[in-house]
């Protein structure tokens, strides 16, 4: 799903047991968040978790709605704790009012499995973008949705604070690129694409 004015990507990952989870939950206004409660209740999903990229404003802006519908508190890489805590701060330079974010209370690492009905997604540990940031792959279904970290033909910005261009490269060579030429590659923003794709023909990191 495609929210917000930053037109960030929300994902909903679910399988045969109906056991689902969402991450980067960007909805905003109540247009956004029934849109997302009725898919929700439409395809019968359960949700279980509730995951962060990392803690742009953009990517968290349904923090609270998940946390009130569905008593989910959010779940992220400790080292996004201060992006986290300053997102106030930075929806005011965008005129948006964020309130009452909901604290995490468990983290996730480099290696970690979260686990949904019959299937899992590991955790890579991949700051560039911004310090903390993880992505989400499945190693059975070969996906992984990597938040701002790839995107096609391009990468995340590393001119925001914490922002590392050796940093990010280096990740996306050694974590993303290492995963196999044919994993779907779900971005924060824009279209899918493919490792195979990016290692060709993206033109600032290069396999």
């Not at 968040?33 to 968290?60: M, R, S, W």
């Not at 986290?84 to 309130?99: N, P, Q, R």
């Not at 060579?173 to 023909?201: A, C, W």
Request: proline share 4%; with cysteine; charged share 20%.
């Amino acid at each position: 799903m495609v929210f917000n004015a930053f037109q960030e990507n929300t994902f909903l990952v679910w399988d045969e047991t109906r056991e689902c989870v969402i991450i980067d939950p960007g909805c905003e206004g109540s247009a956004e968040q029934n849109e997302l409660t009725e898919f929700i209740n439409n395809n019968d999903l359960k949700l279980v978790g509730h995951l962060y990229t990392h803690c742009h404003i953009d990517h968290i802006l349904g923090n609270a709605y998940v946390f009130e519908t569905y008593g989910l508190r959010p779940v992220m890489h400790r080292d996004s704790l201060p992006v986290f805590h300053s997102a106030g701060d930075h929806g005011k330079m965008f005129g948006i009012e964020v309130d009452g974010l909901i604290e995490p209370e468990t983290f996730l690492k480099e290696g970690d499995e979260v686990k949904f009905g019959n299937h899992a997604l590991e955790v890579l540990h991949t700051p560039g973008h911004v310090n903390g940031h993880i992505c989400f792959a499945n190693r059975d279904e070969k996906f992984v949705i990597v938040g701002d970290v790839l995107f096609r033909d391009s990468i995340g910005r590393t001119d925001l604070p914490t922002g590392d261009f050796d940093l990010l490269s280096h990740n996306i060579q050694n974590k993303l690129y290492t995963l196999g030429r044919d994993f779907t590659v779900h971005p924060g923003h824009g279209p899918s694409t493919t490792i195979g794709y990016e290692m060709l023909n993206n033109p600032f990191v290069k396999g």
